[in-house]
């Protein structure tokens, strides 16, 4: 099965380079640079797994993961940001997110801990 992934960033840079590493992984990919424009591509596509910035305009990362939780979506959500303090991953697991990356990402460590976000989400399907 090829899993798609849902990156939303607000920085070009970081979306592509994601994009191009996970492509090379075998994943698709779909790219968004905000809550609102990953919001209108989960109405079109069926994603396995969003990679979540926080700090966003229009509308940020735990403002998305709320509505999304709140919506009864329940794949999982990495999200990674800069804001490394213990409140700022609090906000962040109290909203729903499953997992927490602080910026700079190593994309190797993002991989496994993808493949284990993935890999929780299909036994908690089979139950």
């Known amino acids: ?71 009864d979506y329940c794949m999982p959500i990495l999200m990674m940001t800069a804001k490394d303090r213990f409140e700022d991953m609090q906000t962040g697991f109290l909203a729903g997110t499953d997992d927490y990356m602080v910026k700079p990402i190593d994309l190797n460590e993002m991989l496994l801990r993808i493949g284990a976000l993935l890999r929780r989400a299909k036994i908690a399907n089979e139950h």
């Open 1 to 71: 099965m090829t899993y798609t992934v849902l990156v939303v960033d607000d920085d070009e840079a970081i979306r592509d380079g994601i994009d191009i590493y996970l492509q090379n992984e075998s994943y698709n990919v779909l790219k968004a640079a905000d809550g609102l424009e990953a919001l209108a591509l989960l109405e079109q596509h069926d994603v396995h797994l969003i990679i979540l910035d926080v700090m966003m305009p229009n509308m940020d990362g735990y403002e998305l993961t709320r509505q999304l939780r709140s919506a």
